[in-house]
């Protein structure tokens, strides 16, 4: 149940008021709506339109070093009332966290905090429809591509506010659209699948609908015919596809909650040279329409760009307030959505620079190796950064590609791989997460 007489910004302030008048020290809360269209085709016919409305609400109270957190999408002056009233009777009940609480007034982000991030304007299902058929088609006119086992195109429109007792109020709207599809061929019993996927703010920043299908049918004909590699030490290039793995490995190793409870293979390195001269890590809240650009972190501190790598050396851990208090340090704007919960830490909009050379060139510097197009849920120790994954690619000769490869795993520790790490120019700017293909020498290869 909603009540539509009161705005998002009256409901989130006249729910913190319940939350103080019930016995709360300090609350923070956010409510989200979103709404969105999708749609799935096969073999040349809708298959599915799914259309989806939400809205919800969350809720975090404070009662001295106590807090609890509680959810719910009853938005009727009768629905926030009972969920005030349960929010405030746990947090008197639970155990106290001496790290936990709001900002302090003169911590938080300034200035116009609305943030737009819209791009297209509601796509219909038949637009959806169109381009879905269009790759789907492009696709299986690929010659040797046997089926697309999934293809679907979809917009999605997200709002939030946010408010807390310390006196922060924000809000954001963003909207998406997304095209991808799975190719699959087979040659001699033997079966591959690869794909193409988009998702992006504005159309015209993704390849025609024909492009996607067409991209994704190729790839897939191109791991026709895959073998092992044998056993062996080798260089390899992580495509730009997969390479965003390792940038979300260094991310979890710099994330301040694993600093502080000391699971991070890289909790005494701060400010030493973990990854090579001249490699840079940025990461930039602030740029227009990004995936994850955001004009405040989720406490509502201040956010800006920040080289995490800066020319080879480690500048900053990822920290929210509770990990801060613990390390004792200052926060410094990662805190991950919290409003109505305990906050985590992420980034926003990070990304590798890129280095001078193609993925090409960077092959016939080394002359043979493995690059890695596809990548198979990678085994990673915290404490010292043991890594390996199972992968599949292609064999490269004199710098060009000889066969494909699969059912090869990929070893080594993370901290010589960053200290090796050359990235390539090929960097596109298209998610939360970004990098340009990167070479690492004298990998372990486990093969036949």
């Known amino acids: ?49 799914e259309r989806e409305e939400n809205a919800g609400i969350s809720l975090r109270c404070f009662f001295g070093q ?48 609305d943030l737009d991030l819209t791009g297209e304007a509601e796509l219909s299902p038949e637009a959806l429809e169109r381009d879905a058929l269009t790759a789907e088609a492009a696709a299986l006119a690929v010659p040797g591509v046997k089926t697309v086992a999934g293809c679907g195109a979809s917009w999605n429109r997200s709002s939030r506010w946010l408010a807390a007792t310390n006196g922060f109020r924000s809000s954001r709207t963003g909207t998406s659209v997304s095209l991808g599809l799975a190719a699959v061929a087979e040659r001699d019993g033997h079966m591959e699948r690869d794909y193409d996927s988009w998702s992006v703010r504005f159309l015209k920043d993704m390849p025609g609908a024909e492009e996607v299908g067409r991209t994704a049918g190729e790839r897939t004909i191109a791991r026709l015919g895959a073998r092992k590699v044998n056993t062996q030490k080798a260089a390899v290039i992580f495509d730009r596809r997969v390479a965003d793995a390792l940038i979300g490995a260094f991310l979890s190793a710099i994330s301040g909650p694993s600093v502080a409870r000391g699971v991070s293979f890289l909790k005494e390195r701060m400010g030493e040279q973990v990854f090579a001269p001249g490699v840079y890590l940025t990461d930039d809240p602030l740029r227009p329409l990004g995936m994850g650009s955001r004009s405040h972190d989720g406490e509502g501190l201040p956010v800006r760009e920040t080289h995490l790598i800066d020319d080879g050396r480690l500048t900053a851990w990822l920290l929210n307030l509770p990990s801060a208090r613990q390390l004792g340090l200052s926060p410094n704007g990662f805190a991950s959505p919290g409003f109505g919960d305990p906050p985590g830490v992420t980034s926003s909009n ?32 915290p404490n010292t950064g043991d890594y390996s994954a199972g992968v599949a690619g292609f064999w490269f000769e004199n710098g060009e590609i000889a066969w494909p490869v699969s059912e090869v795993t990929v070893a080594g520790d993370l901290p010589s791989m960053f200290a090796r790490l050359v990235p390539a120019n090929d960097l596109e700017l298209r998610g939360t997460r970004d990098a340009p293909s990167i070479l690492i020498e004298d990998m372990n290869l486990a093969g036949s």
């Not at 926030?80 to 936990?100: G, H, I, T, W, Y």
């Not at 890695?372 to 120790?381: A, C, E, V």
């Open 350 to 381: 990070v990304y590798l620079r890129p280095g001078a050379d193609t993925p090409g060139a960077l092959a016939k510097q080394v002359g043979k190796g493995l690059l890695i197009t596809d990548m198979f849920g990678p085994s990673i120790n």
């Open 1 to 49: 149940m909603t009540d539509s007489r009161n705005s998002p910004e009256t409901t989130l302030s006249a729910l913190l008021e319940r939350c103080l008048a019930a016995g709360a020290d300090a609350a923070d809360a956010r409510l989200a709506v979103s709404d969105g269209v999708s749609v799935s085709v096969r073999d040349g016919k809708l298959e599915g339109i």
């Open 66 to 113: 106590s807090q609890a957190h509680v959810s719910g999408a009853d938005l009727s002056a009768e629905g926030l009332e009972a969920l005030a009233s349960r929010c405030v009777a746990m947090a008197k009940a639970v155990p106290a966290d001496k790290f936990c609480g709001l900002p302090g007034a003169e911590l938080l982000a300034s200035g116009d905090l």
